[in-house]
């Protein structure tokens, strides 16, 4: 598969899990405003799909743009570690916040892996940055956007089975 469609196909894929979570959000929804935690629940996963979506966008942005093929992987490569340090950052924050509300939905083996993965996708866009020059300089990138999908995959599952207490 010629990495155009690759990525278009993470993309369609992010945005698909995106819709999905909305339909089953409607479906689970209590009347009302969400809660605090329902909302933070659903923000996590809408952010980090369309995180997903967005980034696999930015190389095609890049290369329309003229951006020649090493070029390009150093610039998304660097993008994705800028924004995935950002968004570690507030899913950490707003998990510890939310976690002293509903700490039956949280799983620390679970926080810890997913923490630990996203600190490892951001070296690896970091180091594909600097030495994007590799024949793997794509791969790493896919690889990056993947482990978004896959977290964007564990958030869904997580809010399907795993439900806070009534308080």
Same mark, same amino acid.
């Given at each position: ?62 290369? $329309?743009? +003229?951006?020649? !093929?090493?070029? *390009? ?5 660097? =993008?994705?570690?800028? %924004? /995935? ?51 793997? $300089?794509? +791969?790493?990138? !896919?690889?990056? *956007? ?5 977290? =964007?995959?564990?958030? %869904? /599952? ?10």
């Amino acid at each position: 598969m010629e990495e155009k469609e690759l990525l278009l196909t993470i993309a369609q894929t992010a945005l698909g899990i995106a819709g999905f979570s909305g339909v089953m959000s409607a479906f689970m929804k209590r009347p009302g405003k969400l809660t605090t935690v329902e909302a933070y629940r659903v923000g996590v996963l809408l952010g980090i799909s369309f995180s997903a979506m967005f980034l696999a966008f930015l190389p095609l942005l890049l290369g $329309a743009m +003229g951006s020649t !093929v090493p070029r *390009l992987w150093v610039v998304a490569s660097a =993008a994705m570690a800028a %924004f /995935s340090i950002v968004a570690l950052s507030i899913f950490l924050l707003a998990s510890w916040r939310i976690s002293r509300q509903a700490p039956e939905i949280f799983n620390p083996w679970v926080m810890g892996a997913t923490t630990l993965g996203h600190f490892a996708n951001i070296v690896l866009q970091l180091v594909n940055a600097a030495h994007a020059g590799g024949v793997s $300089a794509s +791969g790493i990138y !896919v690889a990056g *956007l993947l482990w978004y999908l896959f977290h =964007a995959a564990m958030q %869904f /599952s997580r809010m399907l089975f795993i439900q806070p207490a009534d308080r």
